[in-house]
């Protein structure tokens, strides 16, 4: 099917990873999905070819060995908005979060399975293609129609508070991705509350008790263990 | 305006201290009487039985009923500590047993007779000694005193019954003390008196001073009550200034006396203490130092003097001046004293005269400075005093300086025979060189013995001199009469030149003698600093230290270090010169444990064979420092000072090369515990990478696109393997980092709810097939806890039902609140555990009989130490209805505070 796209429409992205076997399973996956790739070994010649081939995403390790990830991310935000998706190992929390709060979009865990990247990376593109909101958001049963501050669920109109509607707007404008405790909390309660975690652990389940089906089993919004949440668009049901 | 209402910090503090000061130290209450036979014991143990009727634990440390029947019968239902007999002298002296006491921690000790003198042999001299150590024991104490006993008021007793009394209590050990006033009208005391009521034992002691006569009665009376009166007026003002209630505030006056090797200043200070008493104010004792008073040893008296200042709660200064009145009022500007006691000038009329202008001059330049004079009675009966409390600072000090030992009669006696010499040389020389010259080997002798003799038997050898050679000399020889009016000029003239020569020098040699004394002191502090800023070890201080107090007061020493937090090592450092017998090494262990110096020369077990000055900085106990003078009488002041100069040195130098220590060890854990990250972090970077590729590169396989039925299956088991390894590795890594204490669990609030369905959905494909019960209601409370952690140990508590119960089998995982904890419960319905294997799942590698092939036996090892790390704990257990339940239990703090909703 990649065949029929012509190879200038193609999507090219960037990887920037010191491990070459991972290079080459990643060239070979994303090419067979109708990316174009260029790699990269280490974060300086990343910097560069992200400056001369301007791509249209940006996978990068965060374990490179000449620059930390996090320096990488602050250089790229300095003059580009590509989406970036981290690669990181499990158990490193504290940098995913780092680096999510230095202006990564997205980050996936190694090892990981290659449909789950796939996915990511047509959320990410989405999102920056993406010039307005559209005013009305489908996910699953919810629908959120951001102009008349409507939400339905399951077609029953669903009434919430002033708060659990800046958080569901939140979630909405960047459904898909993952969103930080601290970003979400800065987001919704202001810069004070960067630290008040309980404040979404509650409001959180009071979104679940009000929009998920099933509020034991979330589908919509789903944990990311010791990172953050994230809204997961699903299809909607038949 | 309303500073003027701000209640004293120093009020409220001392407020406080005294109510903090209950859990920690015992209270002590007195029972305050003004003579023998008042009552006192009798009302001490109607106390301590309703003490104990309130449940407390009260024993009796040593009472003295004297026989009487109705103070024996209030001793029933109360534990008595047996006494201490001691045999001395040929006579058994029965004490209370102090180790028995402190042994026995009772809630409340009676101890009667507070101002008794303990049996020679004891640990302390004194029994409120003995109280103290009970005191700071944590122990409260109930116990009687008679009101002559209290060191301030022993004056004004002397003056009523005309008794001195040794037997003293310093004001300071009643300051925090509950004061009970015993009362009883005289005519009752002599009533009782009259039908025997008082008993032998305490007529005897009574009968000594005479008390037993109505006047002096009285009198005592109206003493003991002005002291209670005192008293509570004293903490009715703490307790107003505290609550702030416009009052009488303090002055901030600040008292000041004089001291003087005079036996008068002693009662100056009793007096100066009354007063700061009852202006509830500071006091300091100074003693001016000059060159007049630094020549020959330091009095007895002064020492004695200043003990005493020090004892009713002085801060002592000494300074050194040539001129008294400047040398008292720098003192007194530098900690801003508002008033200064000095004695009435007495005496002689030469004393009297030298008295008026210290005083005039004292009063010229004291500024804003009141002055108080204060008439001081002569009393030979304190001068004399004998040894009563064995009070070592008292006895006769040695100076630092061999010559001024000289006596004062020998000083006389070479005087006289210098001059005696110099006068049968001169009648040789006077025919040849006429009676003129010889005056000027008469002068000469005179300025030579200046530079050895004090002032007396300068002006001495100046007089004789003078007489001697106009009555052999001057013409007309061997008669006082002299001729023509210039003999008579030259007479007169070589007496005032004598003299003036003789005083002067002598004076300049004072002063370089009391340079000299401070110059050694100093150049002995300034040498052992010296020496010491050069160590680099412990070792090496020690070494020093040892070496230099050797040098300087011709002493063995030894240093016992501090073992671990703070007990005493058995053993001194090596490098010390003194042996520490065991007995030797008990008094050392309690200067350490008590922050007070010990043993010889102290009021702690004296009769000890060293000094032992305990090592402290930063309040925290260091080692004792064990010194062996060789002499006999305690040191001067001055060497006292300067040992204990020494020790704060000495606890420096130790406190800082503690500190170097632990730094450098400090610094090996942060480097070795860096390197067990960085390999950890590049073990788990090379074990991943291939796993990582291997994962990626089967779900690629199934993706791209049409398989064979085969290597459908194929890549299945890929993926299945490189899940299982990826397991592993993550355990293996996780128990790497437990064991290497790298584990840093980031607490935050976590909701108990998400935690169970996250720690579900990934261990989702291992439970395939298996009923599902999970009850975690939304609602929980919250709890502190590292969410990735806690998840990762209940995903492995849930895997770990997977591998051992049959495949089929239903779980059920439950959060529940139970009292102040959380508890998570994962149950199955498989087989249990073996009664053997409960108590030993959670350990590593260890894997139940039972068990299948495969697996580690590292997962429920994993979940204790993730459980632990969070603040939990982690259980097994068998259901009774069959098989396991394991259970998580976290504690469940205050629910924090949400934001107002917004509008």
Redesign the interface.
């Known amino acids: 099917m990649s065949d029929s796209v012509p190879s200038a429409a193609k999507p090219l992205v960037l990887v920037i990873d010191d491990e070459p076997q991972i290079r080459r399973l990643l060239t070979l996956t994303l090419e067979a999905n109708g990316y174009r790739v260029v790699t990269a070994e280490r974060g300086q010649e990343g910097l560069v070819l992200a400056a001369q081939q301007t791509p249209a995403l940006i996978l990068l390790d965060l374990g490179l060995p000449d620059l930390p990830g996090t320096e990488i991310l602050r250089r790229l935000r300095e003059w580009t908005a590509v989406p970036v998706i981290i690669l990181s190992v499990l158990d490193d929390e504290t940098g995913k979060i780092a680096a999510l709060d230095a202006g990564a979009d997205d980050y996936v865990t190694k090892p990981f399975n290659s449909g789950e990247l796939l996915a990511r990376i047509r959320v990410a593109l989405r999102h920056a293609e993406k010039k307005s909101e559209p005013p009305v958001f489908h996910t699953g049963h919810l629908v959120v129609d951001l102009a008349s501050r409507r939400v339905t669920s399951g077609g029953q109109e669903v009434s919430l508070t002033a708060t659990e509607y800046n958080l569901l707007r939140l979630f909405v404008r960047h459904a898909g991705k993952v969103l930080t405790h601290r970003q979400i909390l800065r987001e919704v309660w202001g810069p004070n509350a960067e630290t008040q975690t309980h404040y979404l652990r509650v409001y959180l389940a009071r979104l679940r008790e009000k929009l998920e089906r099933d509020p034991s089993q979330p589908e919509l919004f789903v944990t990311e263990a010791g990172v953050g949440y994230r809204l997961v668009p699903v299809p909607e049901p038949v | 305006m309303s500073d003027d209402y701000r209640p004293d910090p120093d009020a409220l503090l001392a407020a406080i201290s005294r109510a903090e000061a209950s859990p920690t130290r015992g209270r002590l209450k007195v029972f305050l009487g003004m003579s023998a036979g008042v009552g006192k014991t009798y009302a001490m143990l109607e106390a301590a039985q309703k003490a104990k009727r309130d449940g407390r634990d009260v024993v009796i440390g040593y009472v003295e009923s004297h026989g009487r029947k109705e103070t024996d019968a209030l001793t029933e239902g109360l534990p008595a500590i047996p006494r201490r007999i001691i045999e001395h002298g040929g006579v058994t002296l029965s004490e209370m047993d102090l180790d028995a006491v402190l042994a026995r921690r009772p809630e409340l000790a009676l101890v009667d007779e507070f101002a008794h003198s303990n049996a020679p042999g004891s640990r302390h001299p004194k029994r409120w000694q003995d109280v103290a150590e009970i005191l700071a024991a944590g122990i409260d104490v109930f116990t009687t005193l008679n009101v002559q006993h209290i060191e301030s008021r022993t004056d004004t007793v002397r003056q009523i019954t005309g008794s001195t009394i040794y037997e003293t209590v310093p004001d300071r050990v009643l300051d925090g003390a509950e004061i009970e006033l015993v009362d009883l009208p005289p005519e009752e005391l002599m009533k009782r008196l009259a039908t025997g009521k008082v008993y032998q034992g305490e007529r005897a002691e009574a009968a000594l001073f005479n008390f037993f006569r109505e006047g002096n009665l009285t009198a005592l009376r109206e003493i003991a009550l002005r002291y209670a009166a005192g008293r509570v007026g004293r903490d009715v003002q703490d307790y107003l200034q505290a609550m702030q209630i416009e009052g009488p505030w303090k002055t901030g006056d600040r008292l000041l006396v004089a001291v003087s090797a005079s036996p008068l200043s002693a009662q100056l200070i009793r007096w100066t203490r009354r007063m700061a008493d009852s202006l509830h104010t500071e006091w300091l004792a100074v003693h001016v130092e000059s060159a007049r008073n630094a020549v020959g040893p330091a009095p007895a008296q002064l020492t004695k003097n200043l003990a005493l200042a020090r004892e009713l709660g002085a801060e002592v200064v000494t300074t050194a001046d040539e001129e008294f009145s400047r040398g008292l009022l720098r003192v007194a500007r530098q900690h801003n004293v508002t008033q200064i006691v000095v004695g009435k000038p007495g005496g002689t009329w030469f004393a009297q005269w030298r008295g008026m202008r210290r005083l005039q001059r004292l009063l010229r330049h004291s500024g804003s400075v009141d002055i108080l004079v204060v008439r001081a009675d002569e009393l030979p009966a304190t001068s004399g005093e004998p040894e009563a409390g064995g009070r070592p600072v008292a006895s006769q000090p040695v100076a630092f300086e061999r010559d001024v030992d000289r006596s004062k009669a020998e000083q006389y006696g070479t005087a006289i025979g210098i001059i005696a010499a110099v006068s049968f040389a001169n009648a040789l020389l006077a025919p040849l060189l006429g009676y003129r010259t010889v005056a000027l080997t008469y002068l000469f002798s005179v300025v030579g013995l200046a530079m050895f003799l004090g002032r007396g038997p300068i002006l001495l050898a100046a007089a004789l001199s003078a007489l001697l050679w106009n009555f052999f000399f001057l013409p007309p020889r061997y008669t006082l009469y002299i001729n023509n009016v210039e003999d008579g000029l030259m007479f007169g003239l070589y007496f005032v030149v004598a003299a003036v020569l003789g005083q002067l020098v002598a004076k300049v040699r004072g002063q370089e003698l009391a340079n000299r004394r401070r110059e050694e002191r100093a150049t002995a502090l300034y040498l052992l600093t010296r020496n010491l800023a050069d160590t680099a070890s412990t070792d090496e201080v020690v070494r020093t230290v040892v070496k230099q107090i050797g040098e300087v007061f011709h002493a063995r020493s030894a240093l016992l270090p501090t073992e671990g937090q703070d007990r005493l090592e058995g053993k001194p450092h090596p490098a010390s010169t003194l042996v520490i017998s065991e007995k030797e090494h008990g008094v050392a262990a309690w200067a350490h444990n008590h922050g007070q110096a010990a043993g010889r020369f102290t009021d702690n077990l004296p009769l000890a064979e060293a000094l032992h000055l305990p090592l402290r900085a930063g309040g925290r106990p260091l080692g004792v420092l064990s010194v062996q003078l060789d002499t006999q009488s305690s040191p001067s002041l001055d060497q006292r000072d300067l040992l204990e100069a020494f020790a704060r040195q000495t606890a420096l130098m130790l406190d800082r090369e503690r500190l170097r220590d632990s730094e450098q060890s400090s610094r090996l854990i942060a480097e070795s515990e860096r390197l067990g990250k960085t390999l950890l972090n590049s073990i788990?970077?090379e074990l991943?990478?291939?796993?990582?590729?291997?994962?990626?590169?089967t779900?690629?396989l199934r993706?791209?696109g049409p398989l064979t039925p085969v290597q459908v299956v194929l890549a299945g088991e890929i993926a299945e393997a490189?899940d299982r390894l990826?397991r592993l590795v993550?355990n293996l890594?996780d128990v790497a980092r437990l064991e290497a204490g790298h584990l840093q669990a980031?607490l935050?609030?976590?909701?108990p709810?998400?935690l169970c369905?996250?720690a579900l959905k990934n261990v989702q494909s291992q439970l395939a097939g298996r009923p599902l019960t999970?009850n975690?209601p939304?609602?929980l409370p919250?709890v502190k806890a590292?969410?990735?952690l806690l998840?990762q140990a209940l995903g492995n508590l849930l895997a770990n039902v997977a591998v051992h119960t049959p495949p089929g089998t239903p779980v059920e995982l439950t959060a529940r609140l139970g009292g102040k904890e959380l508890l998570i419960e994962v149950a199955d319905h498989g087989p249990g555990l073996a009664a053997e294997d409960l108590p030993r799942v959670f350990e590593k590698f260890y894997r139940a009989g039972s068990a299948k092939a495969g697996g580690t036996g590292l997962g429920l090892s994993i979940v204790k130490g993730f459980v632990e790390a969070n603040g939990g704990r982690v259980e097994a257990a068998n259901r009774p209805g069959g098989g396991a339940i394991f259970t998580i239990r976290l504690p469940v703090g205050d629910a924090?505070s949400?934001?107002a909703?917004?509008?």
């Open positions: 788990s970077h991943r990478t291939p796993l990582a590729a291997i994962t990626s590169a779900s690629g993706q791209a490189s990826n993550r890594l980031h935050d609030w976590c909701d709810a998400d369905q996250v999970v975690a939304a609602g919250l590292d969410f990735v998840e924090p949400l934001p909703e917004l509008a």
